[in-house]
């Protein structure tokens, strides 16, 4: 099944499942979507279910957030993330935060997806990761899936849990095909919010990343095998609850990490692991300083070889793990 | 009139002579010049500029029932009104100077750490309150507490939520004063950031039209200042409201300043009220301070929000004769003669005082009565919410997560537990502190 494929399955099989569900956002209804994830949507649900709007972030994102705090569910759609900026404060400092400010009496249970991150040849405003910029906020869940399984189980999950969750998509895995199981394709299949998953098991090196990332630390760990290096690849699946565990268990057992993600190097994604290993046990098992693979500190450049240095591609990936496996020159 | 049949004239320019505005639309006749494919818009071949919402090019009217003195004007489209409900209202405007004098005291005294006074807008706030459905959903911005005290909200309660003490529900110590919310009274919780409840306002809306049981009988109304209509939400609400659509009432309290900002800096057109039009919104502009006009305004508002299920807009215009909030002194921008002019010349409670006299309906010495009573309920609410411990200190970490809690939250109250077993009992200074919070911190440390 395709990525955009199984987003929408998930949204149709809840929206069956739940009649508060429903979609708002630019393009969602008669244009079936921009990147066609709600394709087919508005004819099986109508328009009371998936709702078109007018160009305005700030206004459907409050709108979203006014829905849901009536009892709602909404799944808000962001055109891109670059986009959703527009609407941050609805994000942050309502959605994220009423619930703790209210006493517990006001749930939000709003999701807002859309794509997030490297794009290709968009340029700057139409390419950056927020996964750190959400990541930081208690009170909201942050999800960055990679397979159509993840996005599957995972986008239910975000339906269906109480608070509100940012849904980070990519468009460059939307048309990519993957496998699923015959449990990933019933209607009722639901992956943990906060929970990674060991994609590829190994003993010589952990390798984290998250989303579109997650491809290419598979592929490094393909080119790592040929010179007898087993890597382990960790898909991250969740920002926010961060699954710090897993990643622990798995320093413990190869004792290097490199962390590869596609958003800006500063307090970013990887800035946020390595500190919390470095601040647990998992510190003493480590036989190399944690290295981080990230996009370029620059904003993202338009012209394709440009983009192309801009973000981090296997080559690369393998290069920084051979050096915290003291195997580089 | 034509005096000469020199030139030709066309019927328009004959009428032009007896306008006296330039800013008047010409009167075009229909069929002469073509029209557009996709609109209604009638053709001129005049460079005409309007910067108008009224046919003559003057100020949007205001509306209003009673003159300054409480008299009905003539020819007045006055509301329904009785005893009972003119009683109400006015002992409900009544009480409200009298809670905020004594809780704007307290946070001077140091015993809360902010609150707000809607000195002034009495009447706009209850007029408003009284027209509404007790559950119709309100979004209010931060002034507006009179209207959750129509609905019925306790002077403990407020002072609970003031004090952030263990009675409070609202917010459960965890926002800073004035901000309430109760499901009970179908008031939102009241957000910091301006405006951002505009579009949410209309988000509500949306979710009452997909209630059977309430579509069509509630409307969602959202209150907020004139200032906060500058914000980008309040575009973004009036737009979704009106597009979508949904039967969101837009309460735009206009009191003339925003802090120190005065309203002739906050726009440029003619208030709020112009706006509406730009939204397809039907649009009033009533006078703030007479409480039956604003009854009468937002009643009929609501009327018309229910039934085309759109957004509709109300601006009362009134005066913010107290501070901005506590973390003000309003003195420093505008002469003390201006504030004290005001309360003396236009006084909403005063002008209603003297429309039920007039009916004999009220009294003086109902007036005492009725002031004491509320300043010794107030007072009691007060020395009994002062003193009241905070809620459990294990509070701190709930309602972060709805649902499961994730591990980082469990871990944070972990620490605290075991910080609380080691100093709690021993070291005086975490002692002390300890018997501010109900459980003294031993649902942790025990």
């Avoid at chain 2, 309100?138 to 263990?166: K, P, T």
Wanted: glycine fraction near 8%; aromatic fraction near 8%.
């Amino acid at each position: 099944m395709t990525v955009r494929d199984a987003l929408n399955t998930a949204m149709e099989e809840e929206m069956l499942r739940d009649e508060n569900v429903f979609i708002l956002g630019e393009e969602v209804a008669r244009y079936n979507g921009a990147y066609k994830v709600t394709k087919g949507l508005l004819d099986k649900f109508g328009e009371k279910r998936v709702v078109d709007t007018p160009i305005t972030e700030m206004g459907f994102g409050g709108l979203a957030v006014g829905a849901a705090l009536a009892g709602l569910r909404p799944i808000c759609e962001f055109m891109t993330f670059n986009f959703s900026m527009q609407a941050i404060d609805q994000i942050v400092n309502s959605a994220g935060k009423t619930y703790y400010m209210s006493g517990g009496s006001h749930p939000c249970p709003v999701v807002f997806r859309g794509p997030n991150g490297a794009a290709a040849g968009v340029g700057a405003q139409h390419s950056q990761d927020y996964a750190a910029w959400y990541g930081q906020i208690p009170g909201l869940k942050v999800i960055s899936p990679w397979s159509a399984e993840d996005c599957k189980g995972l986008l239910k999950a975000a339906i269906r849990d109480p608070n509100p969750v940012v849904f980070l998509e990519n468009e460059m895995l939307y048309g990519v095909t993957f496998p699923m199981s015959a449990e990933a394709m019933s209607d009722n299949f639901l992956l943990p919010i906060g929970k990674c998953k060991v994609e590829r098991e190994g003993s010589d090196i952990t390798i984290v990343a998250h989303s579109k990332m997650v491809t290419h630390s598979l592929e490094a760990a393909d080119e790592l095998a040929k010179e007898g290096v087993k890597a382990e690849v960790v898909n991250l699946r969740s920002i926010r609850p961060l699954d710090i565990d897993t990643i622990k268990k798995s320093v413990k057992k190869t004792n290097r990490l490199v962390i590869v993600e596609g958003g800006f190097p500063a307090f970013g994604v990887g800035s946020e692991i390595c500190a919390r290993i470095v601040e647990s046990e998992a510190f003493d098992y480590l036989d190399a300083p944690v290295e981080r693979v990230t996009g370029a500190d620059v904003p993202t450049p338009y012209s394709a070889p440009l983009e192309a240095l801009a973000f981090p591609d296997t080559p690369l990936i393998v290069k920084v793990a051979k050096r915290a496996l003291y195997r580089s020159n | 009139m034509l005096r000469t049949a020199r030139r030709s004239f066309l019927p328009y320019r004959s009428l032009q002579r007896h306008r006296g505005l330039a800013t008047a639309t010409p009167i075009i006749p229909a069929n002469t010049h073509g029209h557009l494919p996709t609109s209604q818009s009638p053709i001129t071949p005049k460079l005409h500029f309007f910067n108008s919402v009224t046919p003559d090019g003057t100020q949007i009217p205001t509306y209003r029932v009673l003159d300054g003195v409480g008299n009905v004007l003539e020819g007045a489209d006055f509301p329904e009104i009785d005893r009972a409900l003119a009683r109400r209202m006015y002992e409900q405007m009544l009480q409200l100077p009298v809670i905020d004098n004594l809780l704007y005291n307290v946070q001077r005294q140091g015993k809360i750490s902010f609150y707000m006074t809607a000195h002034g807008e009495e009447a706009t706030l209850i007029g408003s309150a009284a027209a509404l459905a007790d559950d119709d959903e309100i979004l209010s911005q931060y002034r507006e507490m009179a209207v959750l005290l129509w609905r019925g909200f306790g002077f403990d309660e407020i002072m609970a939520q003031c004090f952030g003490n263990h009675e409070d529900t609202c917010t459960k110590g965890k926002q800073m004063p004035i901000h309430f919310g109760s499901r009970a009274h179908h008031f939102h919780t009241i957000s910091s950031t301006l405006a951002t409840q505009i579009p949410q306002a209309a988000g509500v809306a949306f979710a009452l039209t997909r209630d059977p049981l309430r579509r069509g009988k509630n409307c969602a109304a959202v209150y907020f200042g004139e200032g906060a209509a500058s914000e980008g939400d309040f575009h973004a609400g009036m737009l979704l409201a009106s597009t979508i659509p949904s039967p969101t009432l837009f309460i735009a309290r206009n009191n003339g300043f925003a802090i120190s900002t005065p309203a002739s800096e906050q726009f440029h057109g003619d208030g709020i009220a112009a706006r509406g039009p730009g939204y397809g919104v039907h649009t009033i502009r009533v006078d703030g301070n007479d409480v039956l006009a604003v009854y009468s305004a937002v009643k009929e508002a609501r009327r018309l929000c229910l039934q085309e299920g759109r957004g509709v807009l109300v601006e009362a215009m009134t005066y913010r004769v107290g501070h901005h909030s506590t973390s003000d002194d309003s003195f420093a921008y505008r002469p003390r003669q201006e504030v004290e002019d005001r309360k003396r010349i236009d006084n909403p409670i005063a002008r209603f005082r003297k429309f039920l006299d007039a009916r004999g309906w009220w009294s003086d010495a109902e007036e005492d009565a009725y002031k004491d009573r509320v300043k010794k309920e107030i007072m009691k609410a007060f020395r009994r919410g002062e003193t009241m411990q905070h809620h459990p200190v294990s509070e701190m970490f709930n309602d972060v997560y709805g649902g499961q809690e994730p591990w980082n939250i469990k871990e944070q109250r972990e620490e605290l537990k075991a910080l609380l077993k080691k100093y709690g009992k021993d070291w005086e200074p975490w002692r002390n502190e300890l018997k501010k919070f109900k459980g003294e911190g031993k649902e942790l440390s025990e």
